[in-house]
């Protein structure tokens, strides 16, 4: 073997990764523009959605990325469905998992498969206003700051082990429509650096905390 292609054979292989979204998958689409750029090194070699109609399909088959639509109709339980999405995550040799507007809730036996190798966004500043209206809950509440927030996702809704948030300021002449619309252009912004650090193997997790190796 001459030495170009001893190098060669050391090279490590691109991880490949997978979308689950449910809904209009405007974070999708700002990752599949990053991986068009070459801002994430990994694949996005799968899309899954719980929804037929979801839009984030669209987006997938346009950018000619295999999808997935698992119909949970047709799963007796929510492990039954989770087990079937990992036989498909399997097939497809992923490597880590992107939460993109999932709205299912995954099974303890997924979230240990894949530990440490979830990732979802959330539209606010946890451990404040957890769940499926986050942004909403914030703006009615009155806060005057409020934000984003990637994670790691663990056992339990919105808790995994932080790895970034950032903050957007609520205006006194914000509407609600104005301050979504600021939260989802940072979380463009933000969702596929981190993805890319992730590809990296830049992360590192110890109990809680999520560092950044240099
Ligand atoms: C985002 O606000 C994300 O934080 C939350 O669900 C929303 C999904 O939006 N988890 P989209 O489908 O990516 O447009």
Redesign the pocket.
């Known amino acids: 073997m001459n030495r170009q292609a001893k190098g060669k054979s050391k090279k490590t292989k691109r991880p490949r990764f997978a979308v689950l ?1 449910s ?6 689409q700002a990752i599949i523009h990053a991986c068009r750029k070459k801002k994430i090194r990994a694949d996005l070699a799968l899309v899954v959605s719980d929804k037929k109609q979801a839009f ?1 399909l669209a987006r997938a088959r346009k950018a000619k990325i295999t999808t997935l639509y698992l119909n949970p109709r047709l799963f007796s339980t929510p492990e039954d469905f989770d087990r079937a999405l990992l036989s498909a995550l399997r097939k497809e040799k992923i490597d880590f998992i992107v ?3 999932y709205m299912r809730i995954l099974s303890k036996n997924f979230v240990r498969t894949y530990k440490n190798r979830i990732l ?4 606010a500043l946890l451990p404040a206003f957890k769940g499926a209206q986050a ?1 909403k809950d914030a703006f009615v509440y009155g806060v005057k700051q409020t934000g ?1 927030t990637i994670h790691f996702v663990d056992e339990q809704v919105d808790h995994g082990p932080i790895i970034v948030q950032d903050q957007v300021a609520v205006k006194d002449t914000d509407t609600f429509n104005r301050l979504e619309g600021r ?2 252009r940072l ?1 463009h912004r933000l969702y596929p650096k981190v993805i890319d650090l992730l590809a990296r193997g830049k992360l590192r997790i110890k109990g809680r905390k999520v560092s950044l190796k240099r």
Request: aromatic share 4%; charged share 5%.
């Open positions: 979204a809904g209009y998958g405007s974070n999708l984030a939460l993109a507007g979802n966004i959330h539209p942004i984003v939260i989802h979380e």
